[in-house]
């Protein structure tokens, strides 16, 4: 348990410490994040039209 608190501090301060020193960066990371979910999202919906027609 330990070590998993210990990981978590350590990703959010990197987190933080990404935000603060590159925004722009960390903006289009977070986009690409989204745009893939988005894309795949898409891709589910477009599978199950095509199963149900």
Same mark, same amino acid.
Request: aromatic share 16%; proline share 2%.
């Given at each position: 348990?330990?070590?998993?608190?210990? %990981? @978590?501090?350590?990703?959010?301060?990197?987190?933080?410490?990404? +935000?603060? @020193?590159?925004?722009?960066?960390?903006?289009?990371?977070?986009? *690409?994040?989204?745009? *893939? %979910? +988005?894309? *795949?999202?898409?891709? +589910?919906? @477009?599978?199950?039209?095509?199963? +149900? @027609?």
């Amino acid at each position: 348990m330990q070590v998993k608190k210990v %990981i @978590t501090y350590v990703a959010v301060a990197f987190v933080v410490f990404y +935000l603060f @020193t590159r925004p722009a960066q960390a903006a289009d990371a977070v986009n *690409g994040v989204f745009d *893939g %979910i +988005l894309q *795949g999202a898409n891709q +589910l919906a @477009t599978f199950f039209s095509r199963v +149900l @027609t």
